[in-house]
């Protein structure tokens, strides 16, 4: 069995058993909350529909999910505009539909089909939406982390004040490309947003066995990058966090680094909780971080304060699940790519330029 060395820089932000009440909303838009609500609950039912077509097996390429990590993508997106440009990793179904993405492209996408985001040649992990800002998504790890850092510099000489952002997780900090990146970044002083959803895992791994410390954010110091370390299941300290640090970058202070903490209900790959591999990752730990949903902390906080009552809540929720579950059933009986797809997205066209 691996050692556990870890430090826990992290604190009270790494227990399920604290911040799982309602959030603090005081001073905050009631359209804006609703926006967030239901942007989280559409990311939420869309990936536990792609978990069924997973188990149907009509799903047939890998499918990261991101169940439990919603709020830190719809508290980002909420101050992003579609001439910035977004990366993702593997694990960015979240990060493309708080952009704005199409529901009906992605889950088209997810089955392979034409009409998907990234014509039915991707997949879940390779999503691509240039007309909301989501510049794309790889599976391999920390392989965007650079892109995004070009796509700044790109941003900076453009000098209309757009920035870029860049979404991984907490193991993509053992590559080397991760620092390569912040020190360029921070050099010259590029407007690029570094997202660490930071979830405890590298694939089946905790960080406890693999880095000396839990915080992920401690690179960010080392490069005198600013840093914003939050709680990543409340929507509104995820949307503070990124408003401050986007506003600095837009007016040419450089880089910003802002920590999330959360929990990825489901495994590494597919639709099941993988309780049985890797170590500690029991369901008492998946139990206790449900406890601190980011979609019932806010639900909570709005009903608290008299923003929407319960009723209210199971009809945004079911008006939701209709819009996925509409896409779904479109996606089946959507077509496959034809076989000119074959050649047409390998070789250029003078024809049809790619």
Known sequence: ??????????????????????????????????????????????????????????????????????????????????????????????????????????????????????????????????????????????????????????????????????????????????????????????????VCENNFYASHLDISYRQPSDRISRFADAHNIPVELVDGNDVVAVANAARRLTTAMREGQGPGFLEAVTYRWRGHVGPDENIDVGVRRKVEDIDAWKKRDPIRRLADAMVAAGIMDNNAFKAVQTDVETEISIAVENARTAPYPGNNALTDYVFASLERPL
Request: aromatic letters at 8%; charged letters at 20%; glycine letters at 12%.
């Open 1 to 194: 069995m691996y050692p556990e060395y870890s430090v826990k820089e992290l604190g009270f932000l790494s227990d399920p058993s604290f911040h799982n009440s309602p959030i603090d909303i005081r001073g905050c838009d009631a359209d804006t909350l609703q926006h967030q609500l239901r942007m989280m609950l559409i990311i939420r039912v869309a990936e536990e529909k792609i978990a069924q077509l997973v188990i149907e097996s009509l799903a047939r390429c890998p499918c990261h999910l991101g169940i439990g990590q919603e709020a830190i993508a719809t508290g980002i997106s909420s101050f992003l505009r579609a001439t910035d440009r977004v990366f993702g990793a593997h694990r960015s179904h979240s990060h493309y539909l708080a952009l704005g993405g199409s529901i009906t492209e992605l889950m088209d996408e997810i089955l392979g089909k034409a009409s998907g985001c990234s014509k039915g040649m991707g997949g879940s992990m390779h999503l691509y939406g240039k007309e909301v800002g989501f510049a794309g998504s790889v599976p391999i790890v920390a392989g965007t982390i650079p892109l995004a850092v070009g796509a700044a510099l790109a941003a900076k000489k453009d000098g209309n004040g757009d920035i870029a952002v860049s979404y991984f997780g907490d193991g993509a900090s053992e590559e080397g490309s991760f620092h390569e990146s912040l020190n360029l970044a921070s050099s010259y002083k590029l407007p690029v947003l570094f």
